[in-house]
């Protein structure tokens, strides 16, 4: 098998682009038949992935390794973050690990992420939401997590 780069283009909702995509060609095969084309046997997803992150960059959005940060940092697990939101704790761990798109309204509410202060409103604002996925000793400890990265917002 022979590897091969094949610029493309793509598009994405109303969002068009070229990108560079891999794909395995058989050593026997003719190189201009894009039928001997093969996606990689141990990646077959690296396309998709390279064009999803491309499309982010172009329309705006957070990039996964940007929205895993940005959680981890203020100490929050997947469950936690997702009750607050209120988003399906599946959905935001397939935004996180890159295996979907996220929608604008999304980005939107992920970008809160960046504003410790806000995100405690929200979570206040759905207090009783969140504490019946958990409970209230478990609200209380987001709370307090939300607050202790606000102060140390302040202090840096």
Known sequence: M?????????????????????????????INDRA???VPFDDPDINLRSDYQIYRRINGFLQPSEIK???RRL???????????????????EIENGLVLHSQIQDNLLRL?????LLQQLAVYHKNYVISHFDSKTFESIMKKLKHTEILKLQG
Do not use: C
């Open 2 to 30: 022979n590897n091969s780069g094949l610029t493309e283009r793509v598009k994405i909702t109303k969002t068009s682009f070229t990108n560079s995509h891999t794909y395995l060609i058989q050593a026997d095969k003719d």
């Open 36 to 38: 001997n084309y093969i």
């Open 69 to 71: 940060a940005s959680r």
């Open 75 to 93: 100490g929050l697990s997947l469950r936690e973050l997702a009750a607050i939101l209120g988003m399906s704790f599946s959905t935001l761990s």
């Open 113 to 117: 992420l960046a504003h410790g202060d």
